[in-house]
């Protein structure tokens, strides 16, 4: 394989793979290794069915069923991720961390791209590790022990899924609480894991209370540094770590067809600074 870094924030270009074909164990524990050391890898000219997708993020662990939209029929973990010629909205379009409501938030996510506008529909990528360390230390002392409670109803999460979400699965909106500073179990690094889409208040604090200091948050996560802006082409791999970014795909295309593929692995109830 060869590693091209992107940019100085994080990110990784990785070449000669084919990730249509099973893993070597040596090959896996490398992207692992990178997936640690750069937090978002990306991958080029791959040709991937759903099934293989599928395959290849089965050999990361254990899968997640994602509780809004129904997946593939040959592959039911893996959702279609579309925003159609007649669309307005598109799917989670707003700096946010996947599926952060549930008690075992997703490790990683992989996202492929199958049809693209002819111009836009890039993906925005911030590493939250970048956005900790630059924190001032009474900021981190002040968030060190704190802990959030994060929705799936909050803006641009529930919401903006309903012209897309199945009517056949349960739609109980999925809450959970987490630590705002999380430490990553195998890198040990620390990230700010608050997003604008789905925390609504840290735990111990009103809404109200909780605004100003998350609204200074958010704004300082989205700071173009700690930034990365990923152009797709068709048959491009993403595979990010929700546990140390966040990611914003952009929606100026409209008047055409976007359609991904997603699929997410379980990742562990998050661990806090300490």
């Not at 893993?23 to 290794?33: F, G």
């Not at 129904?70 to 669309?87: N, R």
């Not at 809450?175 to 609504?200: E, W």
């Not at 605004?211 to 595979?239: D, N």
Request: net charge negative; aromatic share 10%; glycine share 6%.
């Amino acid at each position: 394989m060869k590693v091209t870094p992107v940019s100085t924030a994080l990110g990784a270009e990785i070449s000669d793979i084919d990730l249509s074909q099973v893993l070597t164990d040596k090959q896996l524990a490398e992207l692992q290794s990178l997936q640690d050391q750069f937090e978002v890898l990306f991958f080029h000219d791959q040709d991937l069915t759903p099934a293989q997708q599928q395959q290849l993020a089965n050999q990361f662990g254990e899968l997640l069923e994602y509780p809004y939209v129904d997946g593939y029929s040959e592959a039911p973990y893996v959702v279609e991720i579309a925003k159609l010629e007649q669309d307005k909205l598109n799917f989670g379009g707003l700096w946010h961390t996947d599926s952060c409501y549930l008690l075992r938030p997703p490790s990683l996510t992989m996202l492929y791209a199958r049809e693209l506008p002819p111009l836009g529909g890039d993906t925005l990528f911030a590493s939250m590790t970048r956005a900790y360390d630059t924190l001032s230390s009474g900021m981190k002392t002040m968030l060190q022990d704190l802990t959030a409670n994060f929705s799936a109803e909050q803006t641009g999460g529930y919401a903006v899924r309903e012209f897309r979400q199945n009517k056949n699965l349960d739609q109980t909106p999925r809450r959970s609480t987490h630590p705002v500073i999380r430490r990553h179990p195998s890198s040990g690094k620390l990230s700010l894991y608050v997003n604008g889409a789905h925390t609504s208040n840290f735990t111990d604090m009103t809404v109200e209370e909780s605004a100003p200091i998350l609204a200074y948050l958010y704004q300082h996560q989205q700071r173009p540094e700690f930034s990365y802006r990923f152009r797709w082409r068709v048959g491009s791999l993403a595979i990010w770590d929700n546990r140390t970014t966040q990611h914003n795909p952009l929606n100026d295309y409209h008047g055409y067809r976007r359609v991904m593929s997603r699929v997410m692995v379980v990742g562990e109830v998050p661990l806090g600074a300490h």
